[in-house]
């Protein structure tokens, strides 16, 4: 059974940082296009971060470029987001996500059949 399973959310300060992990089980996660999504409640969940299957290519919403990094570590299965110089903006729940689509669409959230349960973030003083 292919499960996700992410952690590394909490409380921080403005300012501060935090690393989201997501582990997988069941399947080889480097095999698959992987994204990190989020989500404030009352509105539509929105792509943060999206890594290619052969680490070569990573994409960002603008919001977060230059404060966000998203890696692989094929020895975990795990990918990872190290997100710096937080804001209160940044508060949501953060899913991870992989898929077997093109990176072409990975800003599609239709390319992805395997997801994390979520975990908080929450950014205030």
């Known amino acids: 059974q292919r499960q996700l399973v992410e952690s590394g959310g909490g409380l921080v300060q403005p300012g501060g940082s935090l690393r989201l992990s997501c582990a997988a089980s069941?399947?080889?996660?480097?095999?698959?296009?992987v994204a990190w999504f989020r989500q404030v409640p009352g509105k539509e969940r929105e792509g943060v971060s999206y890594?290619?299957?052969?680490?070569?290519?990573?994409r960002y919403a603008e919001s977060v470029k230059g404060r966000f990094t998203i890696a692989r570590d094929n020895a975990k299965n795990t990918v990872y987001l190290q997100m710096n110089s937080l804001k209160p903006e940044d508060t949501a729940v953060y899913y991870c996500?992989?898929?077997?689509?093109?990176?072409?669409?990975?800003?599609?959230?239709?390319?992805?059949?395997?997801w994390g349960q979520g975990t908080q973030v929450t950014v205030s003083s």
């Open positions: 996500a992989a898929g077997r689509g093109s990176w072409v669409f990975a800003d599609h959230e239709t390319e992805y059949d395997n």
């Open positions: 069941g399947f080889t996660l480097d095999d698959y296009v």
């Open positions: 890594i290619s299957r052969s680490e070569s290519s990573t």
